[in-house]
T-cell receptor, first 113, second 110 residues
Framework: DTEVTQTPKHLVMGMTNKKSLKCEQH?????MYWYKQKAKKPPELMFV???????INESVPSRFSPECPNSSLLNLHLHALQPEDSALYLC????????????FGSGTRLTVV | GENVEQHPSTLSVQEGDSAVIKCTYS??????FPWYKQELGKRPQLIID?????GEKKDQRIAVTLNKTAKHFSLHITETQPEDSAVYFC?????????FGSGTRLQVQP
């Protein structure tokens, strides 16, 4: 298996909702990432997990809460989001956090209403 | 600080022509130089990468060349096809995770 699987593919949520994005890989990669991408912009790094521990938080607002239950799974819990948080959320994984290629999932397209 | 500059920001070529995108980096300690392609509405995909102990790497129609002295590396696409139309990124590597710049929007005109 050489893929990163993200669910759901699309999500519409209200500003008072709580939802979670899920990401799964079975390549034995030990680093996993969340990126946010707005239209016509490059992906922006949000969080990095290395060996299941959070190693980088790019000053992301607390309404985004990452979780890494095990080496294959990565979640992003969402709560009290704002309309400007609408974006494509990409998960990626790699063997190590530096100097290795990343495999990206197809993303979750999130719309906050 | 560390940064990568990518040129040009947009590139339009005729089908069958070659395309070259260049990235200049500042960190002498950089050892890994990847190129990602992102088609409209799709995920970024690693298309080719090179490490600092290699000067050139080729995979069918794409190649990457590295000049460590001048601190730049380039993506070369030959015999371009409409499906090569995408945004191409040379993200910053090194101590932190991949950091993407604005990229190069390549348009291949049929």
């Amino acid at each position: 298996d050489t893929e990163v699987t993200q669910t759901p593919k699309h999500l519409v949520m209200g500003m008072t909702n709580k939802k979670s994005l899920k990401c799964e890989q079975h390549m034995g990669h030990r680093a996993m990432y969340w990126y946010k991408q707005k239209a016509k912009k490059p992906p922006e790094l949000m969080f990095v997990y290395s060996y299941e521990k959070l190693s980088i938080n790019e000053s992301v607002p607390s309404r985004f809460s990452p979780e890494c239950p095990n080496s294959s799974l990565l979640n992003l819990h969402l709560h009290a989001l704002q309309p400007e948080d609408s974006a494509l959320y990409l998960c990626a994984s790699s063997q190590e956090s530096r100097d290795y290629g990343y495999t990206f999932g197809s993303g979750t397209r999130l719309t906050v209403v | 600080g560390e940064n990568v500059e990518q040129h040009p920001s947009t590139l339009s070529v005729q089908e069958g022509d070659s395309a070259v995108i260049k990235c200049t980096y500042s960190d002498s300690a950089s050892n890994y130089f990847p190129w990602y392609k992102q088609e409209l509405g799709k995920r970024p995909q690693l298309i080719i990468d090179i490490r600092s102990n290699v000067g050139e790497k080729k995979d069918q129609r794409i190649a990457v060349t590295l000049n460590k002295t001048a601190k730049h590396f380039s993506l070369h696409i030959t015999e371009t096809q409409p499906e090569d139309s995408a945004v191409y990124f040379c993200p910053l590597t090194g101590r932190r995770a991949l950091t993407f710049g604005s990229g190069t929007r390549l348009q291949v005109q049929p």
